[in-house]
């Protein structure tokens, strides 16, 4: 059966939504797994149940990426993409924010 090509009237609106399809499997599938091993450690979602500080999961960005930086792909004790956490680690002080979970412990700038 053919179709006549009509405006679907609710690509409008999905048009000026943030368009998550562009996020590439791969980073998405690397973050997923840090995620995983943070719900199997700590619980799923912990950091909405529990205020985290910022400087944790900047701390632990930094040295994932100086792992990354230094030729090393995997975290050897999890086996899973040093980008991936940072990817995590990222999204958490995100989302802590976005739900007012965040401790906000990053130094003050000096005036």
């Not at 956490?85 to 000096?110: E, H, S, W």
Request: proline letters at 6%; hydrophobic letters at 35%; glycine letters at 6%.
């Amino acid at each position: 059966m053919t179709y006549k090509k009509t405006p679907n009237p609710k690509k409008q609106y999905g048009d000026a939504k943030v368009s998550l399809g562009l996020i590439p499997k791969a980073a998405m599938e690397a973050q997923a797994a840090a995620h995983q091993l943070g719900a199997a450690k700590y619980g799923p979602w912990n950091w909405r149940d529990t205020p985290v500080e910022a400087m944790t999961y900047i701390n632990a960005m930094l040295r994932h990426i100086q792992e990354w930086k230094e030729i090393e792909d995997n975290d050897p004790d999890t086996t899973k993409s040093h980008l991936g956490n940072v990817m995590a680690c990222c999204a958490i002080i995100l989302d802590a924010q976005y739900f007012g979970t965040l401790i906000d412990d990053r130094p003050q700038r000096k005036k």
